[in-house]
């Protein structure tokens, strides 16, 4: 693995790491809306969220932004 690819693969987890904070902040407020989440639970949905936000932000853009970053 060279070092350019090294930079991109970077790059494209920290684009995702950094834009999952919004969608993770909108869903689980959606799902406060609709169910009782406080203290423990409302940690966990927040962290459950952002992992899975995440994973298929990854494998959604490792491919696609290739010659874009």
Same mark, same amino acid.
């Given at each position: 693995?060279?070092?350019?690819? !090294? *930079?991109?693969?970077? /790059?494209? !987890?920290?684009?995702?790491?950094?834009?999952?904070?919004?969608? =993770? /902040? !909108?869903?689980v407020w959606a799902?406060?809306?609709?169910?009782?989440?406080?203290?423990?639970?409302? *940690?966990? =949905?927040?962290?459950?969220?952002?992992?899975?936000?995440?994973?298929v932000g990854l !494998?959604?853009?490792?491919? *696609?932004?290739r010659g874009v970053?």
């Open positions: 693995m060279n070092f350019e690819n !090294i *930079r991109y693969y970077l /790059a494209v !987890i920290f684009l995702v790491l950094g834009s999952s904070l919004l969608y =993770t /902040a !909108i869903v799902l406060k809306e609709m169910f009782f989440l406080e203290d423990f639970n409302l *940690r966990v =949905t927040y962290i459950v969220v952002y992992v899975v936000i995440s994973v !494998i959604f853009y490792i491919p *696609r932004l970053v």
